[in-house]
């Protein structure tokens, strides 16, 4: 019997179009799609007196720095506190100011590259009727996911928003499903859990003993995802969303 279904957000619900984030090139070397916009908001703004290349090796080192005592370890590093260590490095004055102009800049690209797909409204409608329903997404500003959610009208049909920067946890850590089982109110055995990611969803939600769903709508290549991945293997998978309300309700037979 399945009570309640958890979904995933980006690559999920909705499109993250890596494409259009892709990394471009300077003076014969590649760096991140928004460094260009980063470098120049804080050289017009702060000040900071360096060229790209130097500035994006710095944002890189200071990143990798951070990364090894977070994301590493399965906790959240998010993007203000990113900007606010490269502040603090860059030895600003107003390194808060620079980390929040910083995070506008990096959110509107990400927010700005994501699309959603028009049918999955009328699939969470539908879903709605017979299911809880929650979101349980890996992201390092929930204030632009939560936008996310509410331009694309999803939120009003979620009972629980968990998003790891807000929680400080990563899945597939299994504090960040708890959390949405316990927001939920409905036990592990009767929730479906759906996301793209054989790690961070199916690994993740198959250790509380969640059922889950791969989508496989945005995966390149899910039979060579699928050979390189050694965890618990998906107990169902799916091209696309609009499948999912007859497997729910087969599962609830």
């Not at 977070?70 to 490095?89: K, M, N, P, W, Y």
């Not at 809880?132 to 959610?149: E, G, I, K, Q, Y």
Request: hydrophobic content about 45%.
């Amino acid at each position: 019997m399945i009570r309640g279904i958890v979904f995933d957000l980006f690559d999920t619900l909705v499109d993250q179009n890596h494409e259009r984030l892709m990394p471009v090139e300077v003076e014969g070397r590649r760096v991140g799609a928004t460094t260009p916009a980063l470098h120049a908001c804080a050289r017009d703004r702060f000040g900071v007196d360096l060229p790209l290349l130097e500035f994006a090796d710095r944002a890189r080192d200071v990143d990798r720095e951070l990364r090894a005592e977070t994301i590493d370890q399965g906790v959240e590093l998010s993007t203000l506190d990113r900007f606010t260590a490269l502040g603090t490095h860059l030895r600003l004055s107003d390194v808060l100011a620079f980390a929040q102009a910083l995070t506008e800049v990096h959110m509107g690209a990400l927010y700005e590259a994501c699309t959603v797909p028009a049918h999955h409204e009328n699939i969470l409608v539908a879903l709605g009727i017979e299911y809880s329903m929650a979101l349980c997404s890996n992201f390092t500003h929930a204030a632009t996911a939560r936008t996310v959610l509410r331009d694309a009208r999803f939120d009003e049909h979620l009972s629980s928003v968990v998003i790891s920067e807000e929680i400080g946890i990563r899945k597939p850590r299994p504090e960040i499903f708890q959390a949405v089982i316990d927001d939920l109110g409905v036990p592990p055995e009767e929730l479906l859990h759906v996301g793209d990611n054989l790690i961070a969803d199916v690994q993740g939600a198959s250790a509380l003993g969640i059922r889950t769903v791969w989508l496989t709508r945005k995966v390149k290549d899910p039979e060579a995802a699928l050979a390189a991945y050694d965890g618990p293997r998906p107990d169902f998978a799916l091209e696309d969303l609009v499948d999912l309300p007859v497997l729910a309700a087969r599962l609830s037979v």
